[in-house]
């Protein structure tokens, strides 16, 4: 959560909306997990359709614990609501998406990371990567904890209970793709970049690389859900860096924009090799920061990275499915802004999709650099901010600027 001062909470108990914010974040957490416990109070049999969501956790490893996600009593198209990163987008708020994720019931249970095949046997493992929602039934064992949990790269997990028997009802459907990639014998990257081809989705990869489906067989393991997304994009962004490399540099510098959920993203294509900028500006009150914070990472041309950041990764995959889509190369500067709107993490889909979007809208082209910044800077919620002061943009003008006198002294 957001770190609102303890003395506004105190004063204000919910009602008088002190923080800023439409709806006290603290209620609605707790609304959404009361509806779903006493949708299943005093049951111990739970129906309904995973829309698919499923989570692998790192702690213990190599035993993991796996979440198999349901809305109790909740079937067929309507489960997809629950969780749809590409279909929320631009439509749902958090306060929806907080809805959404406590209305899930989380039915947790332990396996080896070598249990791939008996996930599959159950067919666990293909429901979590059905084209569509699949009617499950898990037999709980104890009581619900309605505990709600949050993270930076994984979606929000609601109330969960340990279940001692689960059961897929329906038959899932699987792509015809990833179908065949379960019985090859290839390596995961390989893999990853096939399905990446065929079916574009981020997310059904994640799944299928996290649930052991991709790789040689007698390799296999179950990978945490938090390093499956990073594993995905990094190797996907690998791929298509390999082709960009070789492409044209763009001729003129280029803006795009976008915002979603109290998230602000500026993103500057500029005439070079391939390298990119990335700047996140924390203002007071958001997420995680309490004052103005400004981060800063860099990426150079062989992909060495300053720094391993997960939201980055998702960021930086969306730029380079455009820079591959117009067959060009390009220098790029990523400024993400984080206002007090952004109260809870969602896990990071709504980075890799909301640059998709800007990527869509072009604000603005430039013949120079330090024109386009000047531009973004003023479009920018933090206006004591100038980008040009910032040490990862002062390297990139000085090298614009040796580039242009060897360019001119020829």
């Known amino acids: 959560m957001r770190a609102i001062p303890a003395e506004l909470c105190v004063k204000c108990k919910g009602n008088k909306l002190l923080c800023g914010l ?54 067929g198209e309507e489960a997809k ?50 084209e569509k929602p699949v009617q499950s039934e898990s037999r709980i064992d104890g009581t619900i904890l ?18 001692q ?47 052991g489906l991709l790789g040689v067989k007698k390799n296999r393991k179950l990978v945490p859900t938090r390093w499956a997304i990073t594993a995905v994009d990094s190797i996907i962004a690998k791929n298509l860096l390999q082709k960009i490399r070789n492409y044209q540099e763009i001729s003129e510098v280029e803006v795009y924009y976008q915002k979603y ?35 800063e ?7 060495e990275y300053s720094t391993m950041d997960g939201g980055y990764m998702a960021a930086r995959l969306s730029v380079l499915e455009y820079l591959d889509n117009i067959k060009r190369s390009a220098g790029v500067i990523i400024i993400r802004e984080i206002t007090s709107e952004y109260f809870a993490p969602l896990g990071n889909w709504h980075i890799r999709e909301t640059v998709r979007k800007a990527m869509e809208n072009k604000i603005g082209r430039f013949q120079d650099l330090e024109n386009a910044l000047s531009f973004v800077n003023q479009r920018l919620n933090a ?23 060897f360019s001119s002294s020829k």
Do not use: M
């Open 22 to 75: 439409r709806a006290c974040p603290i209620l609605e957490r707790f609304r959404s997990t009361i509806n779903v416990v006493n949708k299943v109070y005093n049951k111990n049999e739970i129906e309904g359709s995973t829309p698919p969501s499923i989570v692998i956790g790192e702690k213990n490893y190599p035993k993991v614990s796996i979440s198999f996600n349901i809305p109790p009593d909740i079937y």
């Open 81 to 130: 609501n629950y969780e749809n990163p590409k279909g929320w987008w631009g439509k749902a708020s958090i306060y929806d998406i907080i809805i959404y994720r406590t209305s899930l019931l989380s039915n947790v249970f332990e396996v080896k990371i070598e249990d791939v095949w008996k996930l599959y046997e159950k067919e666990l493992s293909l429901a979590a990567v059905s």
């Open 146 to 163: 309605p505990k709600l949990r949050f993270d930076g790269y994984v979606l929000p997990r609601g109330p969960s209970a340990k279940t």
């Open 165 to 211: 028997n689960l059961e897929v009802i329906e038959n899932p459907k699987i792509n015809k793709t990833l179908d065949k990639l379960i019985f090859d014998d290839i390596k995961a990257e390989e893999a990853v970049v096939k399905l990446y081809q065929d079916i574009k989705d981020v997310y059904t990869i994640i799944n299928a690389l996290s649930l």
């Open 261 to 295: 959920l109290g998230n602000y993203f500026h993103v500057i294509l500029y005439p070079s090799a391939y390298q990119v900028t990335w700047i996140e500006i924390w203002h007071p009150l958001s997420l995680w920061a309490s004052e103005l914070t400004i981060s």
């Open 297 to 303: 990472l860099t990426e150079n041309y062989w992909g």
């Open 383 to 405: 206006k004591k901010i100038d980008l040009r002061e910032l040490n990862s943009i002062k390297r990139i003008l000085k090298q614009k600027s040796i580039d242009q006198f």
